[in-house]
DNA sequence: TTGATATTCAACTTTTTGGTTGAATAAAAT
DNA sequence: ATTTTATTCAACCAAAAAGTTGAATATCAA
């Protein structure tokens, strides 16, 4: 395999299953227990908290102990990382050299 | 599963596998062959073939006909559907009600 | 025409993913 | 103290994904 970025491959792959980003969007009204967030998907709690552990390998959510329950709470993870690399392609159709092209370049030069 | 929304699932897909974003990347200084994208990744023709079966479905390449070879070009495809998600998604960290999440929720109104 | 090259197809294998169930753990409620 | 509730763990299963090899197809070059 590739495998050249394993934290933007971790944050793509989290993002791929339609049943995890229906959580995250679901937690952007709120911090939810995984209780609450398994009871719209018809899946097992097992299965919730799997996909949780997967968003939160992934940094994309945090999950507070509260007694008993726990409390998943949003995290922005790399989700820019991803921001980029779609603008980054994107880019493409918008000219080789436009604003945010250039923009990319010089942050590339500051961080690597 | 849930499978709301399937062609931002399918680009979701098409997205999360990082040989994929490889061929991606690579056709981004222009368009290439089959046997052009194949030959840095380490893998055989037919798997790559596959591959970019995959992101021709979600029309995130073209594949065109030329004799007996097979040029790729890059295609916009529903990757505006994709960037429109994480921006969304990013949105819950700049305040509920920023510039971004007024002008999605208009779009809302008009498109659905 | 013959042979080489580029790609795809078909059949198959391996690995990964998403799910299940039932037992284990821990806290809350009775 | 016992029971109920919330979650996780472990073992397992089925389906999907990613890869392989070898034959088929089509085009180009000798």
């Not at 491959?9 to 049943?19: C, G, H, I, V």
Request: aromatic share 6%.
């Amino acid at each position: 395999m590739v495998e050249y970025n394993d934290t933007l491959n971790q944050t793509f792959k989290a993002l791929s299953d339609p049943t995890r980003r229906a959580m995250l969007e679901s937690l952007r009204t709120g911090p939810k227990t995984i209780g609450a967030l398994a009871e719209p998907l018809a899946i097992s709690f097992a299965a919730t908290s799997k996909h949780i552990g997967i968003l939160e390998d992934a940094a994309l959510i945090r999950r507070e102990k509260r007694g008993r329950e726990r409390i998943c709470h949003l995290q922005r993870g790399q989700l820019d990382e991803a921001q980029a690399w779609l603008d980054r392609h994107a880019a493409f159709w918008s000219g080789a050299l436009d604003a945010l092209e250039t923009a990319l370049k010089e942050e590339d030069e500051r961080d690597e």
